[in-house]
């Protein structure tokens, strides 16, 4: 407070201080009298404010990191009640929590190797026939060719043979899956086009494996670049029953939807889904069909037995072929054992 400009002078400072000229010798005691009592209003009031605002900070503060510890707590709580259940679960129960991560549901007693997934949220937890049935997007006329062909004719498909290769997305495994129809005398699909959008998921689930941009995302992606290399609109309920189905939540905030590939329960779900488009569920994999299904770069791992343990998994018996590189795969056992 200067008196003789008539001026309050306030400085940045988190309490600001004021100060007051000394009043000249002339001054007269009323003068004086008002200038302290201008000072003391000043202070006073730049000082309880400051005070205020600093005491509502501290327990706004005290107040969150109570809030976040007591959350803390709980979720470390939580989990502690969850592994202490699960030391105490036997070993049959711990093996059914880890299928139910894996594997759609399947039947423990069945006539034929085709009905182990037929239950319901079997196959069609993957992709059920109401989002495929209606999606045009999965028709290749190239596959519809092959379809029309009849059983000896099938197994004679050759990847070396461009034509052949090509309208089966260029999958070694799918073109497995054709051979083996041919070998156990399939019969030309009553509903081709039914049939041809089945082969169309396979072909779905074999590109999600082998999709580089994937693998250079550590498996992340966005509904947006599934649709890229699926061709699937984002309006597909197909697209969106396979994202959620294939790819797990990622923590943290993410507005484009982001979450990550399940990759075990993607190639699970590849080989479960190719063993049921063919009639007696076996199928000859060779060493390419092996390396997409095993999904590992060539300097990593044993594509051959991971190929293997991922049949076995689902309930396949193996027996080697004649050459050792290839297997037969069989779809006979109870699935979720090793």
């Avoid at 100060?19 to 000082?47: H, I, L, M, W």
């Avoid at 549901?105 to 034929?112: A, G, I, M, P, S």
């Avoid at 000896?152 to 043979?161: G, R, S, V």
């Avoid at 969106?240 to 982001?258: A, E, R, T, V």
Wanted: charged share 30%.
């Amino acid at each position: 407070l200067c008196p003789e400009k008539q001026q309050i002078l306030l400085s940045s400072a988190d309490l600001f201080a004021t100060s007051v000229n000394k009043p000249s010798p002339g001054t007269s005691e009323e003068e004086k009298a008002y200038a302290d009592q201008r000072r003391r209003v000043t202070e006073g009031f730049g000082t309880d404010k400051k005070v205020r605002q600093n005491k509502t900070m501290r327990e706004r503060i005290e107040r969150n990191c109570e809030v976040a510890d007591s959350e803390k707590i709980q979720t470390l709580v939580e989990a502690n009640v969850v592994e202490q259940q699960q030391e105490r679960m036997p070993a049959w129960e711990k093996e059914k929590m880890a299928r139910e991560k894996v594997l759609p549901k399947f039947l423990d007693d069945w006539d034929h190797a085709r009905d182990i997934y037929s239950v319901e949220g079997g196959l069609e937890a993957i992709a059920s026939p109401e989002n495929y049935k209606h999606e045009k997007k999965l028709l290749d006329d190239s596959l519809l060719r092959l379809l029309e062909l009849k059983a000896p004719e099938l197994e004679k498909l050759n990847a070396a043979k461009t034509n052949d290769f090509e309208a089966c997305g260029k999958s070694h495994f799918m073109l497995q899956v054709l051979k083996a129809r041919g070998a156990q005398q399939a019969k030309v699909p009553a509903d081709l086009n039914t049939f041809a959008k089945q082969l169309g998921v396979l072909k779905i689930l074999v590109k999600i494996l082998q999709d580089n941009g994937l693998k250079k995302r550590d498996g992340e992606c966005t509904p947006v670049q599934l649709k890229k290399f699926t061709h699937l609109s984002t309006e597909s309920k197909l697209l969106w029953q396979l994202f959620y189905y294939l790819f797990d939540p990622i923590q943290g905030d993410h507005p484009d939807g982001k979450r990550c590939l399940h990759k075990i329960r993607t190639q699970c779900a590849a080989v479960i889904w190719a063993l049921n488009l063919i009639p007696d569920c076996w199928i000859d994999v060779p060493v390419e069909a092996q390396h997409e299904i095993a999904c590992l770069s060539k300097s990593k791992g044993n594509a051959t037995e991971t190929a293997k343990k991922i049949f076995q998994y689902v309930g396949c018996s193996i027996d080697p072929k004649k050459d050792h590189n290839s297997f037969r795969a069989a779809l006979r056992n109870r699935p979720g054992q090793l």
